[in-house]
């Protein structure tokens, strides 16, 4: 799915004035909900991991890519590095606080990009790999709260509309496992309410740090048909050198 831009200008009010607003102990609720989604993962400092993408699009062959993640979760620092198809070798992101960067291998030159930004021709964007908890009460508002079932689990059943210009949708609403806070479907909407992309996480593993989306599969949901597989492997947690997180870094990887 090509890169969407959102206009917020409008579509938030229209978004709000959509969904009944909640109360102030509702909405911390809520909040604290989406928190400890965090909470129970297992990216709290620095990890590293492997991200294999099968995208599909109808009439045409699978597209395989694969990229390397390395990211500091407490400092929003995150370095990308494609290592396949061998064609795209090298391609980089590098994000800093608010700076996101894409690196070209073969022009040697970076460009500023957005958390926004998908990964190839995939469903996955940058904001999608970010951690950082903070992020819930900084971009979004809560617009509704209600419990549910999704499948054998009870759920909570979150909407948060965006009150920044970060979040890549206007509106997105999470399912949220109650015995364990683990995010099994996300749907994402634009401000005129209408479905985007939906995410559905059916594989968590179990590690000392916490549990991990071993297995999510994105659809495009403008496009029926379209789908993103995302595998998650090689994990490690251990401290990183700092010189991963700089541009000098994806320039010497080729």
């Known amino acids: 799915m090509k890169k969407i831009a959102m206009i917020f200008t409008g579509a938030v009010i229209f978004t709000l004035a959509a969904f009944a607003q909640v109360s102030a102990d509702v909405a911390e609720k809520a909040y604290k909900i989406m928190e400890s989604t965090d909470d129970a993962l297992a990216y709290h400092g620095d990890y590293s991991a492997t991200i294999s993408l099968v995208i599909e699009k109808p009439g045409k062959p699978k597209e395989n890519l694969q990229y ?9 620092l995150m370095t990308i590095v494609q290592l396949f198809p061998e064609a795209d070798k090298g391609v980089g992101y590098l994000r800093d606080g608010d700076n996101v960067w894409s690196y070209d291998p073969i022009s040697r030159k970076f460009s500023h990009s957005s958390i926004k930004e998908a990964l190839g021709d995939s469903d996955v964007k940058l904001d999608d790999l970010e951690q950082n908890s903070e992020r819930w009460r900084k971009n979004y508002n809560v617009a509704a709260y209600e419990e549910g079932t999704l499948g054998k689990f009870p759920v909570d059943i979150i909407t ?22 683990l995010i099994l479907k996300e749907e994402d909407f634009s401000g005129s309410n209408r479905l985007m992309r939906t995410i559905l996480i059916p594989k968590y593993s179990k590690v000392p740090a916490g549990y991990v989306a071993t297995q999510a599969i994105l659809r495009d949901e403008l496009n029926k048909g379209e789908q993103t597989q995302q595998v998650v492997s090689d994990l490690t947690f251990d401290a990183l050198p700092d010189k991963i997180f700089t541009k000098a870094y994806l320039e010497g990887l080729n």
């Open 68 to 76: 390397k993640i390395f990211q500091r979760v407490d400092k929003e």
């Open 160 to 181: 948060l509309s965006a009150k920044t210009t970060e979040p890549s949708y206007a509106v997105v609403k999470y399912y949220v496992r109650k015995d364990i806070p």
